[in-house]
């Protein structure tokens, strides 16, 4: 032992190895001394925003029946009342947790009121007095569930003792928390109502352009070439199929790119040799979830304002790399490229004017989807081409095909 204690390297393995212990020992006596004297407040601060989080999700989806009888074990735990009760804009009763349940007719009353002032309504004892010898209930207190100023609902406590201040300002706060989350509902819902109308204007935008030459191609096929027509007919049906699509507002990444292969399918039928398409897509990223009709735009845009003006054509490249978290989609022309500062003012007037089919659109869609730092980026200058990117994160909460 002493020889091995003698060498320099040796030695120093051995202080690590004790230093090691010793921090892991200090560690775990920490976390037992946490455990054993967390304080009360402590304890009670973490159990509130652990029920608080346990509600959440089911008020993000807005008030409604369902809403409300998930949510309101997990608020009454907050208040420690005997019952807890919602109701919508009209006094209905969504919802009742605990007991005292006959004392329904008492909340609607109380709530009508409520939603009539607008302010926080109080019942005592003998107010409410149904003459049961089992009842507990000895007060009630109704404030108002709000959103943009407006009442939306009720939040309802009853208690077994007479309501003092603390109750009345805990059932106030707690009507606040969830008020909260149902505008974040809202807002959830008009985002989703924008992007639904966002997609019916691209729609409105792509479709004329695209319906009359597809139909046009295939019509002078008809007679020359039949057995293309009818393929290239098919290919139409499909992609108008997928393109008027009611379901979802995103979509995967391998399905827009088969919609996008039907698209060139027919342009390439009406440019013949003077179009080239190459695809460069990394398996990998097939199933990365985008805004529907995300990228169809792109590729009309370098197929109509790109190549269309040019007699002898030109290649479009469209590429999908995996970059760690995200995935890099790429759409560029060698066409006849265009002014940057026009192409700006076109994209913020595209909506209306579908100057460059829907650039702007998918623009709004990916920041709204994704965040501002999620926009297009379009490399570009008149005889120079163009080059659109966009990134879209692998992963993003509540996003999905």
Known sequence: MPEILNSPSALLVLLITVLCVAIVALVLLYKAKRRAFASPLERATFSTLHTVSLAAPALREGLSRQSASFALPYLRTLLETCALTMTDDQAQSLGWDGEGDHHTMDV????????????QQVSSHTAIDCGRDDCVIKGIVVVPLETEGNIVGTLGALTESTTGPVLLRATAEVARYVSSQLELAELDESRARLNRAEVRALRAQISPHFVYNALTTISSLIRTDPTRARELLNEFADFTRYSFRTAGEYTTLQDEL????????????????????????APEVLSVVLPFLALQPLVENAVRHGLAGVPSGGSITITAENSGAECVISVEDDGVGMDPKRLKEEMTDAHLSGAHVGLGNVDDRMRSAFGDDFGLVVDTAIGAGTKITLRVPKFRAGIRA
Request: glycine content about 2%; hydrophobic content about 40%.
């Open 258 to 281: 088969t919609n996008i292969e039907r698209y060139l399918m027919i342009e390439r039928a009406r440019f013949e040799d003077r179009l080239h398409v190459r695809l460069q897509i």
């Open 108 to 119: 609607v009353e109380l709530a009508r009121q409520v939603i009539s002032t607008g302010r």
